[in-house]
């Protein structure tokens, strides 16, 4: 093992980390000041939640022994085997650290989906939800693409740090979720409005810092691959964030800082699957891109009259799916060896950007699907929203008796 890439991972580690509350902050200033904490409290609960059952069965199900390269089977329960050892996935760094790393993978990606039913749904059925599908979604699609024996992984597909395991899967889940909970009960003359732009930007800035981690810890060394990582990472947030900002003010005639944050999220989430595989000018193009298209998504939204509160689908689920297929567009072996000259720029070819759109057509029909069920097994015992009461009191008050601003 290597000293320097444990540190380095260990880092990244913490870095990912922080991303849940970065997000919770994100998440607390985009909605009503009524809805603040219980919004909050959604991210800090699974990030205690999957901590648990991570290491109780979680790591087994997705990086155990596969079967059919479909699930991982139950040889590492309680991390039975799992110890100080070098890691067989990554050899240079410790086993429990690949665990732990992983781990923060699985937290922060059901935490996305929150966005979309904020404001509105029973706690209860919250908790069971996010039980269920950090179990029956997340868990397979970690096999499918990260185990080395799942059959997106066989089928070649590229996914460094997560575009089709946490940001296609979360996105489409919370379009799901915000369709089948329904939109928010508002008075005609009310908006919604981002009650702290503050912590917007709070949330959106720690989300930044932690992506290094994501995106170039992924590479599970202190070595060039993370250099470039890091440097695609931060040229792409960038860029989505100039253009989601120049789009905005083009259209609604003001510079906005929440368009510039919300930019730069959506081209964070672009370079994810990319970040490993990419250089600098695919970076650029990439989160360009995200800006714009992201933007629109949102639009299209809007005229469809989807009640997603917080753009999950938008951000995540559109701009997931972008990086994906662009990852098959840029890809360069000159970066990851990997790559072995399938990108459509390298070689002319389509191979790599077929595996792509295999592996995006599949987690988007899984994690809709599975969803969609969850959900209706989850309303069966617990109504998944609350009633119009407490709706319009506001769930911090009305379900957690807390405020979050003392008058």
């Known amino acids: 093992m290597n000293t320097g890439d444990t540190a380095w991972v260990l880092a990244s580690t913490a870095l990912v980390m922080l991303m849940t509350p970065g997000l919770a902050f994100f998440y607390g200033g985009l909605v009503r000041q009524k809805n603040v904490l219980s919004t909050i409290m959604h991210s800090w609960f699974i990030l205690a939640l999957v901590s648990v059952t991570w290491v109780v069965y979680g790591y087994t199900l997705a990086f155990g022994p596969s079967k059919g390269g479909l699930i991982g089977g139950l040889d590492h329960l309680f991390l039975n085997g799992i110890g100080m050892e070098a890691s067989t996935y990554a050899t240079t760094i410790p086993a429990t650290l690949f665990v732990v790393y992983q781990m923060m993978f699985a937290v922060i990606t059901p935490a996305l989906i929150t966005g979309a039913f904020a404001e ?233 950007i077929i595996s792509q759109v295999i592996a995006v057509v599949a987690t988007w029909a899984f994690a809709g699907t599975a969803t969609f069920g969850i959900l209706k097994v989850v309303d069966v015992f617990f109504r998944v929203r609350v009633n119009a009461e407490d709706e319009a009191m506001g769930l911090d008050l009305a379900l957690h008796r807390e405020v979050a601003y003392q008058a």
């Open 120 to 352: 509105r749904k029973n706690f209860k059925a919250f908790v069971v939800f996010a039980f269920l599908w950090s179990t029956v979604v997340y868990l397979p699609l970690c096999h499918w693409v990260w185990n080395v024996d799942g059959w997106i992984a066989k089928l070649g597909a590229l996914d460094f740090a997560g575009g089709t395991v946490v940001h296609i899967s979360s996105g489409v889940s919370a379009l799901v979720a915000a369709l089948y909970l329904g939109k928010r009960i508002r008075k005609e003359s009310e908006r919604f409005e981002p009650h702290n732009i503050t912590y917007v930007v709070l949330g959106a800035g720690l989300l930044w810092f932690g992506w290094f981690g994501f995106n170039a810890g992924s590479s599970w060394a202190a070595n060039g691959l993370a250099a470039n990582a890091f440097l695609v990472t931060n040229t792409a947030a960038a860029a989505g964030s100039l253009a989601w900002l120049f789009v905005g003010w083009r259209h609604k005639g003001a510079p906005s800082l929440v368009g510039a944050a919300s930019g730069a999220v959506a081209g964070l989430v672009a370079i994810t699957p990319a970040s490993g595989y990419v250089n600098v000018s695919g970076a650029l193009v990439i989160g360009l891109s995200a800006g714009v298209i992201c933007y629109a998504a949102i639009l299209l939204r809007e005229r469809l009259q989807v009640d997603d509160a917080l753009d999950v689908w938008a951000v995540h689920g559109v701009g997931g799916t972008l990086g994906a297929l662009l990852t098959g567009v840029f890809a360069s072996t000159a970066i990851n060896p990997v790559v072995a000259h399938r990108g459509l720029l390298e070689s002319g070819g389509f191979s790599l």
